[in-house]
């Protein structure tokens, strides 16, 4: 389980993380929902899989939240439970990147968190470790994260889903635009330049141009084919 140390810098914390990491996952998340489309996903940890009615992923159990009283726990910490050590392996490698890294999210066993903090964990997460997706699944009385390993989930090289991905990141969550936009484009292998108002980013022939404010926010996107 190595970590994809590209974008990582000394002092990143969980925000800086998934300022820089997010957007990759959340375009994977929008290519697994089209997979599977309405299908609930079923949890078999005897197996190692999530099922998505006739679709079947090799899993990674990452951690559970406790919706009722709003609790993240990993997956490493589970001597109560006893989960299979070969699905916990992805678990216990963020407990040492979070511990050399010093992101306290990562490695401490129990701590305060929403279903919106925990997607931001685990998003960061999959991303991090190159993983196909992620998904959340209803276990109990318990909200089950796990990432997942898949050839089905493709990596797009469109510069539409480019744009409509990076557009949807920065609006519904609280990241660095400047660092999202720069962060997802060298992910995806493609160039970037960034001037005072605007940034260009080189998908194949096509460029997607992106005007910033003075802040150094996303203002428009554009996509010229060539």
């Not at 089209?34 to 078999?44: I, K, T, Y």
């Not at 909200?143 to 797009?156: A, G, K, L, Q, R």
Request: charged share 30%; with cysteine.
């Amino acid at each position: 389980m190595e970590v994809n140390s590209l974008l990582i810098e000394e002092n990143d914390d969980l925000q800086d993380l998934f300022s820089k990491y997010g957007a990759l996952a959340l375009e994977k998340q929008e290519t697994l929902g089209a997979l599977v489309g309405d299908a609930e996903p079923e949890l078999d940890i005897e197996k190692g899989v999530v099922k998505f009615n006739d679709k079947e992923f090799s899993i990674q159990l990452i951690g559970f939240l406790d919706p009722d009283e709003d609790t993240w726990s990993w997956a490493w910490d589970n001597e109560d439970i006893g989960f299979p050590e070969n699905l916990i392996e992805e678990a216990k490698a963020v407990k040492e990147f979070g511990q050399k890294q010093n992101v306290p999210q990562f490695y401490e066993n129990v701590f305060k968190a929403s279903l919106t903090e925990a997607h931001i964990l685990n998003m960061t997460i999959s991303s991090l470790f190159s993983n196909d997706a992620y998904c959340a699944v209803n276990y109990g009385s318990f909200i089950f994260f796990v990432t997942i390993e898949s050839d089905e989930v493709p990596i797009s090289d469109d510069p539409d889903v480019f744009a409509v991905v990076i557009n949807d990141f920065h609006r519904r969550f609280e990241v660095n635009h400047r660092k999202a936009l720069r962060s997802y484009a060298e992910l995806k292998g493609y160039e970037y330049k960034e001037r005072d108002d605007f940034s260009i980013i080189k998908v194949g022939d096509d460029r997607i141009v992106v005007g910033l404010t003075e802040r150094k926010n996303i203002q428009n996107i554009k996509v010229l084919r060539a």
